[in-house]
């Protein structure tokens, strides 16, 4: 089974910069196509902001972080990882990583601890 343990969130000023870790371990049986950043707070959509292709490496970024964000990985540390600059308010979240098909929404329900970040002044 798939297991995600986030790290690297904070409390930063709005125009801060955070990165945030995802160390992957496991298997799974599923044919995923890639790993993406989900961010969780109340009344919004649990939906990728930002993928990565498993096996091609492409990247994928919401409209509302591109420019901003950055996602990358060590596969030799089964690590991702989530650039985040020029943070904005609206960015304060719990960030979940997962595997996903279509960089949307995924089915993925075996969530890690999460990373809290909180963008304000």
């Known amino acids: 089974q798939l297991q995600f343990v986030e790290s690297g969130g904070g409390l930063v000023q709005p125009g801060g910069s955070l990165r945030l870790s995802c160390v992957v371990s496991?298997?799974?049986?599923?044919?995923?196509?890639?790993i993406g950043w989900f961010p969780q707070a109340p009344g919004k959509e649990h939906k990728a902001v930002a993928c990565?292709?498993?096996?091609?490496?492409?990247?994928y970024y919401a409209d509302s972080v591109t420019g901003r964000f950055s996602i990358s990985r060590d596969s030799a540390k089964n690590t991702i990882y989530l650039q985040m600059n020029n943070l904005k308010p609206e960015d304060t979240a719990t960030y979940y990583c997962?595997?996903?098909?279509?960089?949307?929404?995924?089915?993925?329900?075996?969530w890690g601890p999460g990373a809290q970040v909180t963008v304000s002044s």
């Open positions: 997962a595997p996903t098909n279509g960089c949307t929404f995924t089915t993925f329900t075996s």
């Open positions: 496991g298997s799974t049986t599923e044919d995923y196509y890639a």
């Open positions: 990565i292709g498993i096996t091609d490496g492409n990247t």
